[in-house]
């Protein structure tokens, strides 16, 4: 069983940067496949990015080169770091755990409740 707890949401001006933070439970996180995503009102579940147990990254086309994703196993936490945020930034962003990297949410085995984000104009 592994529990995940994001953190680091909250309001920011368009341009402006936040770092999320994961925090995860159990002794299994360092071999895990950690993935961010988010969910805006009325859309589906969308992926943002992912990371595999060695630290390979991998990001949603228009996510490159403003977020990034990273993980310290000693923690157990993956982070991401958002920069450049714009208004359509804005939703909740949620964690999750799985055995392999994949932008398909249903693959996942953990998730986190989620955090908010809102990007002002």
């Known amino acids: 069983q592994v529990q995940l707890v994001e953190s680091g949401g909250g309001l920011v001006q368009a341009g402006g940067s936040l770092r999320l933070s994961c925090a995860a439970s159990?002794?299994?996180?360092?071999?895990?496949?950690m993935g961010w995503f988010r969910q805006a009102p009325g859309k589906e579940r969308e992926f943002v990015a992912a990371i595999n147990w060695s630290g390979k990254t991998y990001y949603a086309d228009s996510m490159k080169g403003r977020f990034t994703i990273s993980r310290d196993n000693a923690k157990n936490t993956v982070y991401l770091q958002m920069n450049s945020l714009k208004p359509e930034d804005t939703a909740v962003y949620f964690c999750?755990?799985?055995?392999?990297?994949?932008?398909?949410?249903?693959?996942?085995?953990?998730w986190g409740q989620g955090t908010q984000v809102t990007v002002s104009s």
């Open positions: 159990g002794r299994t996180f360092s071999s895990r496949a």
């Open positions: 999750a755990a799985g055995r392999t990297t994949s932008s398909i949410p249903r693959t996942y085995d953990y």
